[in-house]
């Protein structure tokens, strides 16, 4: 089942500047470590990003099978 999710890119603490190589972190609603966490290796759901923001909201679907998100599109910033 599709959710929204936030997602949040990391800043590096010396520049303080976005950092695109690093993992972003997902929050859900659901409960635990298991779903909010680093992801790693979606540079798909980075490039959704507008310049300098550091937090959106994105459609993701939990894959109980892989234990991993698979993102969709960005949600429009309100």
Not at 43 to 49: K, M, N
Not at 52 to 68: F, Q
């Amino acid at each position: 089942m599709t959710e929204i999710v936030l997602v949040t890119l990391a800043i590096d603490t010396e520049t303080a500047k976005i950092d695109p190589r690093a993992p972003f972190m997902v929050n859900s609603r659901r409960r635990g470590t298991r779903h909010n966490r680093p992801c790693f290796d979606k540079p798909e759901v980075i490039e959704q990003f507008r310049p300098g923001k550091t937090l959106v909201r994105s459609e993701a679907e939990w894959n109980a099978e892989t234990e991993d998100w698979i993102f969709g599109r960005r949600i429009d910033d309100a």
